[in-house]
């Protein structure tokens, strides 16, 4: 959670001088890249990293194995990357600025090849210290570069060096804080130990990573730089909340889940402990979020990436479900049901696939004054496709861990209900005041009172051991 927030905070600082200093078009260019890198990325780790974290008690030359295998494979991709640059190009209307900026943004493949495995291990034991000493020095590193590139002129330069300084600093730190150092050997038989699961990770993982950037490709392809760098800002924001929350409960609960997964009776309790502590921080962060959406912007951003606005909030309401579906997914991936994963992921993408074919038409429309009016169509149709999947991947999740339905509700309900009974409050407290930044303070406030006393006034379990913890009682 520390690494989290710290992460977002350094992520949101230089994100807001960039955005004030960037053009729409410099972040669709990147928007055009991350396309590929996400891709390139996936292949890069091949779902190992999944397995190992799920395997009880991996070897030393199970580690190394992995390690050699992320780096010949970055290698790899980089050098067909750099090969296919003008291809990537011709694929955003020919634009030739494409082309060095992707030979150099791709190396970070390679860089953070690297951090894998040292990551890895220390998530494994659940020793994330130096895991978010990294992140934020990696952040801040890059954060000084990107801004002074920014500032000096350099458009889309400067976000293509943040994310190689970032990636640098990262991995420098990795390895130099830690003493575990590869074997100088390479095994095919370990390697093949881990292709089950880790097959069935990797393709849930690039089916995941095809739903993610899908949009971004057919936007830049067939609406321009200018509309994706729209899209680009409120997916980056969004991003910011849904993937934390993710990232938490992907690199806290699974290691645990796995120590217990011959438990039924234990298992079944953490199951439950879990969906209260993610309703806990999801509702509220995801809805609270979509609530404060203008007077972010606003204070952020003055009105420039005002289109951006409703994109932000349509894809928090897509990233609740997301979320959702994470933590179902670490359920049955603790349990070893990777192939449930899997076949869930297919039934997302087929919705999401069909939602698109449907959305497409109408995605170049815009209206006077708003210039994302066929965006924010496509977005409700991928809202659809990813409710349907999480009405699909709860019924598989209940089979599969003896949890009832009812327990998932009775759960989760009363974090949701405090939220959507907060929220008119907090707007309504707010609405006489016009500065951007003192109505996002006060309904900050507002909210944060209202919930954490509701739930102090109900006697929630799960808010009493997070104040523990804080307090380190």
């Known amino acids: 959670m520390i690494d989290r927030v710290a992460t977002q905070i350094l992520y949101a600082v230089t994100g807001v001088v960039l955005a004030r200093v960037l053009s729409e078009e410099d ?43 992320n780096l010949g494979a970055a290698t790899l991709l980089y050098l067909i990357l750099f090969v296919c640059a003008p291809l990537i190009a011709d694929c955003f209307q020919g634009d030739q600025r494409l082309i060095p900026l992707s030979r150099v943004m791709f190396l970070s493949l390679i860089l953070n090849a690297s951090a894998i495995v040292q990551t890895n291990r220390l998530m494994k034991a659940m020793d994330v210290r130096m895991v978010a000493v990294s992140n934020s020095l990696g952040l801040i590193l890059g954060g000084v570069v990107g801004i002074v590139l920014a ?45 089950g699961i880790g097959s069935k990770m990797m393709l849930t993982s690039f089916l995941n990573t095809v739903f993610l950037n899908i949009y971004s490709f057919f936007i830049g392809h067939s609406v321009g ?43 079944r309790a953490m199951v439950s402990k879990m969906n209260r502590f993610t309703s806990y921080l999801l509702f509220p962060a995801m809805l609270g979020l979509m609530a404060m959406a203008k007077p972010i912007f606003h204070t952020l951003f003055g009105d420039k990436w005002d289109p951006s606005i409703i994109l932000f909030q349509l894809l928090l309401l897509r990233g609740i479900f997301t979320v959702l579906n994470s933590l179902y997914n670490n359920y049955l991936l603790a349990l070893g049901h990777g192939g449930a994963i899997v076949k869930l992921e297919i039934v997302r993408d087929v919705a999401a696939v069909i939602a698109l074919a449907v959305t497409f038409p109408f995605m170049a429309l815009t209206m006077p004054g708003d210039p994302v009016y066929g965006l924010r169509i496509l977005l409700w149709g ?23 339905p009812w327990r998932f509700i009775t759960d989760m309900l009363p974090y949701f209900m405090q939220t959507i009974l907060i929220i008119p409050l907090m707007l309504l407290v707010a609405m006489p005041i016009a500065a951007p930044w003192l109505k996002l303070t006060v309904m900050a406030i507002t909210a944060l009172t209202l919930y954490l006393g509701g739930n102090h006034l109900f006697h929630s379990k799960i808010q009493r051991e997070v104040l523990q913890y804080i307090t380190g009682k």
């Open 225 to 267: 730089l200018a509309s994706l760098g729209y899209y680009t800002q409120g997916d980056k924001w969004s991003k910011m909340g849904i993937t934390s929350i993710s990232q938490v409960l992907t690199s806290s609960f699974l290691p645990a889940l796995s120590a217990v997964q011959d438990s039924p009776e234990r298992f």
């Open 151 to 195: 500032i000096t002129g350099y458009g889309a330069w400067a976000i293509v060096w943040q994310t190689i300084v970032l990636a640098a600093g990262k991995s420098l730190v990795l390895w130099t804080s830690t003493r575990w150092r590869p074997l100088m050997r390479f095994s095919w038989s370990a390697l093949r130990s881990y292709f």
């Open 27 to 69: 972040f669709g260019l990147i928007g055009a890249l991350l396309v590929f890198q996400a891709f390139a990325s996936l292949l890069v780790d091949s779902g190992f990293a999944y397995a190992l974290i799920q395997r009880k008690r991996p070897t030393k030359l199970d580690y190394s194995t992995v390690l050699w295998f």
């Open 382 to 404: 991928q809202i659809a496709a990813t409710l349907l999947t999480w009405v699909a991947s709860f019924i598989v999740t209940v089979r599969t861990t003896g949890v009832g």
